[in-house]
């Protein structure tokens, strides 16, 4: 991907000036959508059930009266607006943080850069340190070039037990590093596309052809923040790495979802929260996406594969699989005065008045000084990522996005051979939905809930279907 905006050490009004300098025509408004539906906007009474102008769904009333007596005002901003459901949109957000893994000035993971000298197939389990911690060990030899790395992944790793489980690894540490950069852009530049967007009539447009307004929403509801998450992801010590350079001693550890990891949030009008984590591949959590041709256009270069790694929590996931992300804090993207003022000031580029307001927001998520490396890449995330969802809204590539994609799991050889009968299947959602139930009304907590998990695959197939009495199960409540 090429950017087609400033890019960080360009030397600009401000940076020659001494100061920050905003010329008016380089100011871009952010609109903010329908915050929450629990205000009426005509009378301003509160109420459960209001309902959202079906037309521009920016505005809620409390009934068709209030409507009606507030169109006079109403009518002046209302206009249709393209609503785009997160459901079918989420995908291209996941295939803009893959093909960032592969950015010429992202710094190359030392497990690319050297020969694997020891054997972390899938079976081999996790090695204890004289701290107490435990991640599965990569033993690093002779460098070798990135690029032999790619086309002689043999060479590279010659102990791996298939080509598939070779180009796995390969692929989880390059996903290693980076996340919160990687999650930032792709945020600011949703914003920065989607919500400088607003309904301007032709009469009234400078061009004469009517301006459209595009937003995101889940279902009927609109969107109405989204933003990042911090907290951490239970992840087993097998699927973390740590690293030991046999040619001059350095052991070093990979990231611990443990302590500290990221994802996105967004939060509909209605109230409701939904996540989307593209930062998983590497602990060897692999939920993915298919990458069909709509989401590959504008300056993508070719996917290594056809799908992208993502893990949507909707409603059904929600419900039914086991809760592993734990919010500690939440940032606001879309509603950050600073973001918006970043964002407001970027017509044209983001140069210095949104490098300092976006970096500084990243030093305060991340809880320290960021590096000039992140700071670096970021930046160019975020053109790049612009350039591409300014491409797709242009040419309403949206429309073409399937309304449900394709999802599946890349797994380790053997792990679905023993596929689930149907009739175990069913009693498996059921016993999800009945311990995940447990943890949502604080009965039980994380490591309760794992137990709870872990004590199915003990039991017989007579116990799976309720047909004996399950005295194991019975003791983990």
Not at 126 to 145: E, H, V, Y
Not at 324 to 352: H, M, N, T, W
Not at 432 to 448: A, F, L, P, T, Y
Request: charged share 30%; aromatic share 10%.
């Amino acid at each position: 991907m090429q950017p087609d905006r400033g890019e960080i050490g360009v030397k600009c009004d401000c940076c020659a000036s001494g100061g920050e300098v905003l010329d008016l025509a380089d100011i871009e408004e952010v609109y903010m959508p329908l915050e929450n539906v629990k205000k009426c906007g005509g009378c301003g009474k509160g109420g459960e059930r209001l309902r959202i102008c079906s037309s521009c769904g920016e505005i809620a009333y409390c009934g068709a009266e209030c409507q009606k007596k507030d169109w006079p005002l109403h009518k002046r901003k209302c206009g249709k607006t393209d609503r785009i459901d997160l459901t079918s949109f989420y995908p291209l957000l996941a295939v803009l943080m893959e093909v960032q893994r592969w950015h010429p000035l992202r710094p190359t993971h030392p497990a690319l850069c050297h020969k694997i000298i020891n054997s972390p197939n899938p079976s081999e389990g996790s090695c204890t340190f004289p701290d107490g911690s435990k991640a599965r060990l990569i033993l690093l030899g002779d460098k070798m070039p990135p690029e032999r790395v790619i086309m002689s992944q043999k060479d590279w790793w010659p102990t791996a037990i298939t080509p598939a489980v070779r180009q796995k690894l390969l692929q989880r540490f390059l996903s290693e590093h980076y996340l919160l950069p990687s999650i930032l852009s792709v945020l600011v530049a949703l914003m920065s596309e989607l919500y400088t967007t607003t309904y301007v009539p032709a009469s009234e447009s400078p061009t004469g052809s009517l301006q459209r307004r595009i937003r995101l929403k889940y279902h009927n509801s609109p969107i109405a923040d989204f933003g990042i998450v911090k907290g951490w992801a239970d992840v087993k010590s097998q699927d973390k790495f740590a690293y030991y350079s046999v040619k001059d001693g350095t052991f070093f550890k990979g990231q611990d979802p443990t302590e500290e990891h990221y994802w996105m949030y967004f939060t509909t009008a209605a109230g409701e929260d939904f996540n989307l984590d593209c930062g998983m591949f590497v602990y060897n959590f692999c939920m993915m996406v298919e990458v069909k041709p709509h989401y590959t256009r504008h300056h993508l270069p070719p996917m290594m594969s056809k799908y992208a790694p993502a893990y949507f929590r909707d409603r059904e996931h929600k419900h039914n699989a086991p809760k592993i992300q734990y919010e500690k804090e939440r940032f606001s993207v879309l509603r950050d005065p600073r973001l918006i003022e970043a964002v407001r000031g970027s017509a044209r580029s983001f140069e210095c008045y949104g490098v300092t307001r976006v970096c500084a927001f990243m030093d305060r998520v991340a809880g320290r000084k960021c590096t000039n490396i992140e700071k670096d890449l970021v930046m160019h995330w975020i053109s790049d990522s612009c350039g591409v969802i300014r491409g797709n809204l242009e040419r309403q590539e949206h429309l073409n996005f399937p309304a449900e994609p394709n999802v599946g799991i890349q797994t380790d050889p053997g792990e679905m051979d023993d596929k689930m009968p149907a009739d175990e299947d069913e009693a498996w959602l059921k016993y999800m939905r009945k311990w995940n139930r447990k943890q949502s009304k604080g009965e039980i907590d994380h490591v309760q809930l794992a137990e709870a998990f872990r004590a199915w695959g003990s039991k017989t197939r007579e116990e799976k279907l309720g047909l004996v009495k399950d005295k194991k199960t019975k003791n983990t409540r």
